[in-house]
Nanobody, 124 residues
């Protein structure tokens, strides 16, 4: 059974950094594009970033561009989201997802597998 498990969330002060990890198991996701989404309290889930299967193609939401960096290690079947210069508005549950094809559309419907999420809280 394919599974995505996020980790690395927590409480951090504004201006700080966190690195989220998404470990895949049950199947290989080496050929899948991977993405990060987030959902803040009372808001809809939104796209954050995506990376192609080889790692060369990446795309970011404007709200995180220049502050967040997505990467992957296919040997470890793991995707990362390095989050720097965090702001209180970055507070959300962050979800990892896998898609069979790469797209910069950010549409949730394009993703086939989802993790359970990890909480990120940024204090002011």
């Amino acid at each position: 059974q394919a599974q995505l498990v996020e980790s690395g969330g927590g409480l951090v002060q504004a201006g700080g950094s966190l690195r989220l990890s998404c470990a895949a198991s049950g199947r290989t996701f080496k050929s899948y594009a991977m993405g990060w989404f987030r959902q803040a309290p009372g808001k809809e889930r939104e796209f954050v970033s995506t990376i192609g299967w080889g790692g060369a193609r990446t795309y970011y939401a404007d709200s995180v561009k220049g502050r967040f960096t997505i990467s992957r290690d296919n040997a470890k079947n793991t995707v990362y989201l390095q989050m720097d210069s965090l702001k209180p508005e970055d507070t959300a549950v962050y979800y990892c997802a896998a898609a069979r094809t790469y797209s910069s559309s950010g549409r949730e419907s394009e993703y086939n597998y989802w993790g359970q999420g990890t909480q990120v809280t940024v204090s002011s």
